[in-house]
């Protein structure tokens, strides 16, 4: 079952920190998010086009720690110094049709994590975690989600035009890791390949031109 390219992730010390970074590259801001109730984080939101979106995210100070580690290896002493020296490109998710998360998580050759419902004011949605925070294949491998909500609902439907575009999206990785890359549906350019400097990157057309964001894989 084809999945398709849903959104990208950058992981910041703390929002602000990420949103200047972002706003210094890209030359828009970035939309309110919200609280990840429960999860410890919270994020900010930016429009792609295309029916695809980013996600800036970090530690929110104000909720208690959380249960078990926050997503995208965020508690992770490594990751936590890496962002440390600025924020970075570090996973993507894929969604699946209403109604088709399991047989979508069966057919794939990886195992993403069990399914964890959530929800963020007016939004519900599914989605994988692995318990222990670690991401498939460092992050090379993406999460999977399931929206619960109708099409004009969903995030990159309901964020404000910012004049950014994502160009193209590539993976790099091992061939180990290629060997279980999922079929993905994207509506932009997405390319696999095999590198033993395992990462994201990211192209997209901004008011300053093409810009590049990357991030080496955890």
């Known amino acids: 079952m084809t999945l398709e390219l849903d959104h990208l992730i950058v992981a910041a010390t703390d929002l ?35 029916g695809v979106y980013l996600e800036l995210i970090a530690a929110d100070p104000t909720q ?4 078990r580690p926050r997503p995208f290896l965020l508690d992770d002493p490594a990751m936590q110094e890496r962002l ?11 969604r699946a049709r ?40 460092q992050g ?16 990159a439907a309901r964020l404000p035009e910012a004049g950014v575009r994502l160009v193209s999206f590539e993976v790099r990785a091992p061939a180990a890791v290629l060997a279980q890359r999922p079929e993905v549906s994207s509506p932009v350019p997405l390319r696999w390949t095999e590198s033993a400097a395992a990462g994201l990157a990211a192209t997209f057309d901004t008011p300053r031109g093409r810009v590049a964001i990357e991030g080496a894989a955890a």
């Open 16 to 50: 602000d920190r990420g949103e200047a970074w972002l706003l210094e590259r890209l030359g828009v801001p970035l939309a309110p998010g919200g609280q990840h109730v429960g999860v410890g984080t919270h994020n900010r939101l930016l429009q792609l086009g295309h």
């Open 64 to 67: 208690p720690a959380p249960r």
């Open 84 to 94: 440390a020296e600025g924020p970075r490109l570090v996973h993507w998710v894929v």
């Open 98 to 137: 209403a109604g088709a998360l399991e047989h979508a998580l069966a057919a794939l050759r990886y195992v993403p994590g069990p399914v964890t419902p959530m929800t963020r004011g007016a939004l519900r949605w599914r989605i994988t975690v692995p318990a222990d925070g670690r991401p498939a294949a």
């Open 140 to 155: 090379l491998l993406p999460t999977v989600i399931e929206w619960d909500v109708p099409a004009d609902a969903h995030p």
